[in-house]
Antibody, heavy 123, light 109 residues
């Protein structure tokens, strides 16, 4: 079955760089049409899409955050990594990774999600 | 991209129907048929309930249905049950970018 799991630090200081890893199983990011996105949710607030990486290594970023984000993948390890620079307290949120396919039955939707990891930005 | 507009809250009694709207623009909701809806219970990850505007993934009850007219998509839940109480988010996939709605809290009275 498909699973995703986020990992990374629970606490980062302002101005530091956050690195999160999404480790997945049950699918391959080398399969045509397969993609993984990062999405975050500040406490009590709405979901916000951050970035996406595709099977062919195409990458897409939120317009408002693109200067701070980098997404990459290691297909052999079934991992996707997100880095976010210059962290600020307003970046405190639960960060989710999710699978999205751009071909096939549930194309254009996030059909599997990780459980999320809470990242707090505080000095 | 601005967030899609959803009502902050809706409510209904068990057995009733409720509809949650999601308004965007011609650049997102109105321009693509890749509208999806997610249910989120407190402390849990979102769950896909509707994709491609009106299709239900396997395992989602047929009480959940979706539609779209112009720049507004809608999620209707009929025969409300207690376990439907949750936050609901719409989402528009437009190729190179994705935008979510602000979320709607559904209360089952």
């Amino acid at each position: 079955q498909v699973t995703l799991r986020e990992s990374g630090p629970a606490l980062v200081k302002p101005t530091q760089t956050l690195t999160l890893t999404c480790t997945f199983s049950g699918f391959s990011l080398s399969t045509s049409g397969m993609c993984v996105s990062w999405i975050r949710q500040p406490p009590g607030k709405a979901l916000e899409w951050l970035a996406r990486i595709d099977w062919d290594d195409d990458k897409y970023y939120s317009t408002s955050l693109k200067t701070r984000l980098t997404i990459s993948k290691d297909t052999s390890k079934n991992q996707v990594v997100l880095t976010m620079t210059n962290m600020d307290p307003v970046d405190t949120a639960t960060y989710y990774c999710a699978r999205i396919q751009i071909v096939g039955a549930t194309r254009g939707s996030f059909d599997y999600w990780g459980q999320g990891t809470l990242v707090t930005v505080s000095s | 991209q601005s967030a899609l507009t959803q009502p902050r809250s809706v409510s209904g009694s068990p057995g009733q129907s409720v509809t949650i709207s999601c308004t965007g623009t011609s650049s997102d909701v109105g321009g693509y048929n890749y509208v999806s809806w997610y249910q989120q219970h407190p402390g849990k990850a979102p769950k896909l309930m509707i994709y491609d505007v009106s299709k239900r993934p396997s395992g989602v009850p047929d009480r959940f249905s979706g539609s779209k007219s112009g720049n507004t998509a809608s999620l209707t839940i009929s025969g409300l049950q207690a376990e439907d109480e949750a936050d609901y988010y719409c989402c528009s996939y437009a190729g190179s970018h994705v935008v979510f709605g602000g979320g709607t809290k559904l209360t089952v009275l």
